[in-house]
């Protein structure tokens, strides 16, 4: 599993989406790596992340606990896959959410699953951790990745990381 | 990020089999992962036994949730670790990192599963327990039913600090 970074973007400035474009086709799986923060109010969002700029054919099961409570739930038929959670405005502050992405032969041409981890850690009860089962039923080999904030924009400071994986 | 992990053999099935193993496996690393990637012919769990010990030294616990309930359960003194439920008709992620697995100490692994089919799934955590004092030198992932077509299974070995 050698990690070879393809992208990285940090953003100097906020930013209503982040893409990653032309992924080329030379590696087996991807990672992402994300830390990110959104600047609407309120205390947490979520992303929005979609494939290949398409806006259908995702659902997702996942858990969470928030430290007083595990649950789980899922989506399905979306128009994307919801990346739960990320701080925003008025949550602690400097505090960025930690996730990482797994998809695995994003080449092949069958329906894509991912798994993803996110942490929202703020020193405050609202806190919390996912852990996601996620499908894109979708054939087409992945070229781009985009991540939306469902409310606001991106923070001076995210930082979103791809790698490749042979 | 630094390469510390090695790519020690993939199999992609050409047609559907019972079993994947990867045999002759060296103790040149720290520790092992192994990233499935596929579907199952009967829904349910994959499972992973080592060094083709079909005896009950096995045991896990997990924690899942399926969108309806989330859970932890426990098994002990089984004949194998699964690796994680899931339905017959999609193609599904499971990954395992086995730790210190050429040492003479129990091997402890982490696993994850995440299936999701359009409106149910399930996603796991699972940790297990190996009691053996054996290195790891082979390993057998078993299908629930037949592991599908198209399958791939890669082993990486983690190289020490």
Redo the contacts between chains.
Sequence with gaps: ?????ISSQTLASSAASVTFSSIPSTY??LVLRVSARSDSAGTFTYHKITFNGSASGY??????GNGST?????T??NTEIDGYYIPRAGATASTFSSDEY?I??YL?A??????ANIIRENNTTAADIY?????Y?NTSTISSIAFVPNAGNYVTGSSFYL?G?? | MAITYDLISSQTLASAASSITFSSIAASWTDLRLVLTGGITVAGSPTLRFNSDATTNYSITTLYGNGTSALSTSQTSTNKIALGDAGNSNVYLWTVDIFSYAGSTYKTTLGTSASDDNGSGQVSNIVGLWRSTSAITSLTINGSGNLKSGTTATLYGIKAA
Aim: glycine share 8%; no cysteine.
């Design positions: 599993m050698a990690y070879t970074l087996k799986d659902s997702q099961t996942y858990i969470y595990a649950g789980t739930g899922l399905s038929a797994y695995p032969s092949v069958q329906n894509k699953p991912l798994s852990a996601y089962a996620g499908l039923s790698y994986i042979n």
